[in-house]
């Protein structure tokens, strides 16, 4: 089984649908993050969180929303997803134990807006 | 300015040449770098981690040079399977929100041909 789980996999939505991702780890890292990548833009950072209490913007925060109900759990949320939010969105980890702390990634979401 | 930049090439080589890749980054507290590679829509995977000193693996080289503010990545020998996207990695340094918030350059291409 995989240390970073992103459900679901694949998924196609309707302009104005509200929809959730959802990443679960078994590595028991306290850092969690949620990217999003498009094509020649790299990884973009939309939100992380340190602990279960701590949540952070990223630089494209807008549009998003997120929930740590857990240390092993963080969940992106579209609340009205748009066809701009249309891309490969993947979850990862890290340990704050040390600096130079290795990023585990899920296999990521290709999420469709239509 | 984007806070990390990288040649998005993309790079076309032949099989044993040498290529090399730079990345510059903004925030001059950034404490720690990174080089991932990612093959086609799979997850980031770490390559290398990149020291102070330089670092080398095999038949890749990292150097930092904290001066000018930039990371490179040289790949010796091309092999046919080191073709992939490579992305920097910055992670920023300790006080406020940013420390450990890992930003991405957009990635560069890299293909490696017979």
């Known amino acids: 089984d995989a240390d970073v789980t992103q459900t679901p996999r694949n998924r196609i939505t309707k302009t104005g649908k509200r929809i959730m991702l959802e990443c679960s780890q078994t590595?028991?890292?306290?850092?969690m993050y949620w990217y999003r990548q498009d094509p020649g833009l790299g990884l973009r950072l939309i939100y992380y969180?340190?602990?279960?209490?701590?949540?952070n913007k990223g630089e494209i925060s807008d549009g998003y929303s997120v929930s740590r109900q857990a240390q092993a759990k963080f969940s992106l949320s579209l609340e009205s997803a748009i066809p701009n939010q249309t891309a490969l969105y993947f979850c990862?980890?890290?340990?704050?134990?040390?600096?130079?702390?290795?990023?585990?990634f899920g296999q990521g979401t290709r999420l469709t807006v239509v | 300015r984007k806070e990390v930049e990288q040649d998005p090439g993309p790079f076309n080589v032949p099989e044993g040449a040498t290529v090399a890749f730079n990345c510059t980054y903004s925030n001059s507290a950034s404490q720690s770098f990174f080089w991932y590679r990612q093959d086609c829509r799979k997850e980031p995977k770490l390559l290398m981690s990149v020291y102070s000193s330089g670092n080398e693996d095999g038949r890749f080289t990292a150097q930092l040079n904290r001066a000018s503010q930039y990371i490179s990545l040289l790949i010796r020998d091309s092999k046919l399977s080191d073709s992939a996207t490579y992305l920097c990695v910055v992670n920023m340094a300790a006080g406020g929100t940013s420390y450990g918030k890992l930003t991405f350059g957009q990635g560069t291409i890299l293909t490696v041909h017979p």
């Open positions: 969180s340190f602990d279960v209490k701590d949540i």
């Open positions: 590595k028991g890292h306290d850092r």
């Open positions: 990862a980890t890290s340990d704050s134990r040390f600096m130079n702390t290795e990023a585990f």
